[in-house]
């Protein structure tokens, strides 16, 4: 290439002739044209790698797209699953509801006081007896609620929403807490009644509670208890629970045993062979006290003489008194 002051001359040599090719051009034309061809060439490459990135980039936002689609499916199924569940929560609280109150009719108890499960304006969720299940409507929702699909929340909403669901499960839980209170109260006085009876084996009732003619002298009585009659080392048992107050031995009762089981009732065991328990013992019903026998003046022969006190004041022990299975039925006898 031969080169003037004004004029770029270009000279090539074509490989197929061999003729000299000779291209003459100012040198102000050839700096345009070089750099036109280096711009084009800048700009060919500057878009192939701005390509290829929107190329990555977008293959990067498809397999993101691919991923949400997939997790939004599972959250649907887990989603449609959990609706289930909620369902199947609401009807067993409506079944443990309607129990419940069967529990407390028979139990001759109320419902306890509505009491707000949280500070609430509305007043809050109270006794089951005042939640209708069917139409539970918080009117607050948690927040993970409001990222639900509205297409995909019917069945929940249906179900009366999480909230909901947890404030009848808090409510039927304070509800059954109430319930269990009133139950061992209720356990408590009856396990304080003198129910079974105290000679744990075969035996008849001898004398019965009242007034009658004293074996001792044929003279009118008042006679303040049962006597049960049976064979000597017989098994006597509490009536009932309670603490043993006394444990004597009575110029006419002989060995005897006194049980105090709370709210002003006693029993009293008497005519003992053997006394097994000791003053301020805890005994439960069934608990053995002693045996069957034939201590004291007032005897005549093995039997169990039982009272009942309510308040100081003896009472018929027949009235207190069950049949218990494998127990021989009460017969009144004469002496």
Do not use: C
Not at 76 to 100: K, M, N, W
Not at 117 to 143: H, K, N, T, W
């Amino acid at each position: 290439m031969a080169k003037t002051s004004e004029t770029l001359i270009f000279l090539w040599r074509r490989r197929d002739t061999g003729v000299l090719n000779r291209l003459a051009m100012p040198r102000r034309l050839a700096l345009v044209v070089g750099g036109g061809v280096l711009l084009t060439a800048l700009s060919a490459l500057l878009f192939g790698a701005t390509t290829l990135h929107l190329h990555r980039a977008a293959a990067g936002v498809y397999a993101k797209l691919a991923q949400v689609e997939a997790d939004r499916s599972a959250l649907s199924r887990r989603l449609a699953a959990l609706e289930g569940e909620v369902l199947l929560a609401r009807d067993g609280l409506g079944r443990v509801r309607s129990e419940e109150a069967r529990i407390r009719q028979w139990l001759g108890v109320g419902e306890r006081e509505p009491a707000p499960l949280r500070p609430d304006p509305s007043g809050g969720q109270g006794s089951l007896g005042d939640v209708d299940l069917e139409a539970i409507a918080p009117a607050d929702r948690m927040e993970a609620d409001a990222d639900i699909p509205e297409g995909e929340s019917g069945a929940l909403e249906a179900a009366g929403g999480w909230q909901g669901i947890g404030a009848a499960a808090q409510s039927l839980a304070a509800d059954l807490a109430d319930l269990a209170d009133r139950l061992r109260e209720t356990k408590r006085h009856w396990d304080a009644v003198p129910s079974i009876s105290p000679v744990d084996g075969q035996h008849s009732v001898s004398s019965p509670f009242g007034w009658r003619k004293s074996p001792f002298g044929g003279r009118r009585e008042f006679h303040s208890g049962l006597d049960l009659a049976g064979a000597r080392g017989t098994a006597v048992v509490a009536s009932a629970g309670g603490t043993v107050s006394r444990v004597v031995r009575d110029p006419d009762l002989g060995r005897t045993v006194t049980v105090d089981h709370g709210n002003g009732i006693e029993t009293v065991y008497g005519h003992l062979d053997r006394v097994l328990v000791s003053a301020g013992q805890r005994v439960a019903r069934g608990d053995e006290v002693g045996k069957l026998g034939s201590t004291g003046a007032r005897s005549t022969g093995p039997h169990l003489h039982y009272s009942v006190r309510v308040d100081g004041k003896y009472v018929n022990p027949a009235n207190y008194l069950l049949d218990p299975p494998g127990r021989q039925r009460f017969a009144a006898a004469k002496r």
